[in-house]
């Protein structure tokens, strides 16, 4: 099992709707999540960072912890054609103290004008 | 991209090569890292260092070294190249914890004939 599991998409969403996109763990320790956009071709860049359980916005992106059940999620509303990217989820296994992050294999995410 | 720099951007060379490539920063954040990146696998770790003179080896550390002698400039060399290590290379830092955001630099393309 891999440590980080992302559905590999592609996930096609129509502009103005909600976008989905999860990610399970295996690692119960983990303590930090995160999740990256990459435009093809470019860098992985932060879109959202979320310690505790429950919900964190950030304007047009929500993301959703539920440690419990080892999933984490991003939501992203009124979805524009400049959110078409592939989204990387990130987790830091093992808690604090560890120095590394566990990446996902990545989403990708069309928006459909 | 954070302050990053990666030279050289592309390189195309031969096996059996050696090949360094090189990430600088301006943020002088404790913590750099090396990732490949390659379609079905995500970003893996190969090397991280937590400051001047110190590192440690990531998930894919096969056939790669790595120097770290100031703040800024953390090295990746490939002492012997292969055409498995084809791929595109991330240097990315992090301020003061590596479980903390990570921020990366704009990528090197290596293509290894």
């Known amino acids: 099992q891999k440590e980080v599991e992302q559905n590999s998409g592609p996930l096609s969403v129509p502009e103005g709707a909600i976008a989905s996109l999860n990610c399970t763990y295996s690692?119960?320790?983990?303590?930090?999540f995160f999740w990256y956009r990459q435009y093809s071709g470019k860098s992985p860049e932060l879109i959202m960072s979320i310690y505790s359980n429950g919900d964190k916005e950030d304007g047009r992106f929500t993301a959703q912890l539920n440690k419990a059940s080892q999933y984490v999620s991003l939501l992203i509303r009124d979805s524009q054609p400049s959110d078409s990217a592939t989204y990387l989820c990130a987790v830091n296994p093992l808690g604090f103290g560890n120095e590394k992050l566990t990446f996902g294999t990545g989403t990708r995410l069309t928006i459909i004008p | 991209d954070a302050g990053i720099t990666q030279s050289p951007r592309h390189k195309v060379t031969e096996t059996g090569t050696p090949v360094t490539l090189r990430c600088h920063q301006t943020e002088n954040h404790r913590y750099m890292y090396w990732y490949r990146q390659d379609p079905g696998h995500g970003l893996r770790l190969i090397h991280y260092s937590y400051g001047v003179k110190d590192t440690d080896k990531g998930e894919v550390s096969d056939g790669y070294s790595v120097s770290r002698s100031k703040t800024e400039d953390f090295l990746l060399t490939l002492e012997s190249a292969t055409s498995s290590q084809t791929s595109v290379y991330f240097c990315a830092i992090s301020e003061d914890r590596g479980w903390e955001t990570q921020y990366f630099g704009p990528g090197t393309r290596l293509l290894v004939l």
């Open positions: 690692d119960r320790g983990s303590q930090s």
